[in-house]
């Protein structure tokens, strides 16, 4: 099996019991949307940076780092730094957002809509810490 078939294989993977469903066809694409409104804050989280000056921002209010001064390399977070420096020199944002330690089904269901939207289009989505560990 391809290194390809097996990460399609992980996305359309599904353990779990089985359900049923009524809806209109004609309504599909509303209720996409309703499914963004509704997960989309959950598992895509909330704008945080656009442009460097917002990123520095962002890890002097979250994790009281200056990136300015006094931080190198081998440093907690320097890592995410460098890779949201990075995506955001891409063109991309930087989302960020929190889900529960207690929601462990949730936390799953996350990291596992994160892994598929990251293997389906890595120039346009990137994770960066997405460890929900306590």
Not at 40 to 53: C, I, L, R, S, T
Not at 80 to 102: D, P, R, V, W
Request: charge should be negative; glycine fraction near 8%; charged fraction near 35%.
């Amino acid at each position: 099996m391809s290194e390809e078939q097996n990460k399609r294989d992980h996305c359309a993977e599904v353990q779990g019991s089985p359900y049923l469903i009524a809806c209109d066809d004609r309504e599909r694409e509303r209720r996409k949307e309703w499914l963004y409104e509704i997960l989309g804050p959950v598992f895509f989280g909330e704008k945080e940076a656009a442009d460097a000056e917002e990123l520095r921002q962002l890890f002097q209010e979250k994790y009281g780092i200056d990136v300015q001064h006094d931080f190198v390399e081998g440093d907690e977070h320097y890592d995410e730094y460098l890779e949201a420096q990075q995506a955001i020199a891409e063109g991309m944002s930087i989302y960020g957002g929190e889900i529960s330690f207690g929601d462990s089904t949730l936390a799953e269901l996350a990291e596992r809509v994160w892994a598929c939207m990251e293997e389906k289009d890595r120039s346009g989505f990137r994770r960066i810490n997405t460890m929900l560990e306590e």
